[in-house]
């Protein structure tokens, strides 16, 4: 089990099961979302999502059609992101889980889009666009 939050502590949520592992995207919706050169998520099950407190506080934004980011209306921190593509599915911040995180990243993601001013330097397998399935 897992923990997490947003900035403020307002959203508060626990994630059950074994987390999977970490994906890296670096297209420019993400980066721009974030604020980084990067965004690092965990893909989690609905129902493995458990919203502790903070409902009333989660705002909704369609970023792209069948794309929803969801953050925090007080902090602004994303909280997760859905997509219609992938129905059922959440890709939680990893940035809000209180540590230690047993999961590691595994692949960089839209590597073709990443900002120019950040270097990858590890080895974990790219991909140009989304990972193939």
Same mark, same amino acid.
């Given at each position: 089990?897992?923990?997490?939050?947003?900035?403020?502590?307002?959203?508060?949520?626990?994630?059950?099961?074994?987390?999977?592992?970490?994906?890296?995207?670096?297209?420019?919706?993400?980066?721009?979302?974030?604020?980084?050169?990067?965004?690092?998520?965990?893909?989690?099950?609905?129902?493995?999502?458990?919203?502790?407190?903070?409902?009333?506080?989660?705002?909704?934004?369609?970023?792209? %059609? #069948?794309?929803? +980011? !969801?953050?925090?209306?007080?902090?602004?921190? /994303? =909280?997760? $992101? *859905?997509?219609?593509?992938? %129905? #059922?599915?959440? +890709? !939680?911040?990893?940035?809000?889980?209180?540590? /230690? =995180?047993? $999961? *590691?990243?595994?692949?960089?993601?839209?590597?073709?889009?990443a900002a120019d001013w950040w270097t990858i330097s590890d080895d974990l397998p790219r991909y140009p666009l989304r990972k193939?399935?």
């Amino acid at each position: 089990m897992h923990t997490g939050s947003c900035l403020c502590g307002g959203v508060r949520f626990t994630l059950t099961g074994p987390l999977e592992p970490i994906q890296i995207c670096h297209c420019g919706a993400c980066r721009r979302a974030q604020g980084s050169a990067f965004a690092a998520n965990i893909p989690v099950a609905d129902e493995a999502f458990v919203l502790e407190r903070g409902e009333d506080l989660l705002q909704v934004y369609e970023s792209s %059609p #069948g794309k929803d +980011r !969801v953050f925090c209306r007080t902090c602004g921190s /994303p =909280v997760f $992101s *859905r997509t219609t593509a992938v %129905p #059922g599915v959440k +890709r !939680v911040r990893t940035g809000l889980l209180a540590g /230690p =995180v047993s $999961s *590691r990243p595994a692949f960089h993601a839209f590597v073709d889009d990443a900002a120019d001013w950040w270097t990858i330097s590890d080895d974990l397998p790219r991909y140009p666009l989304r990972k193939p399935d």
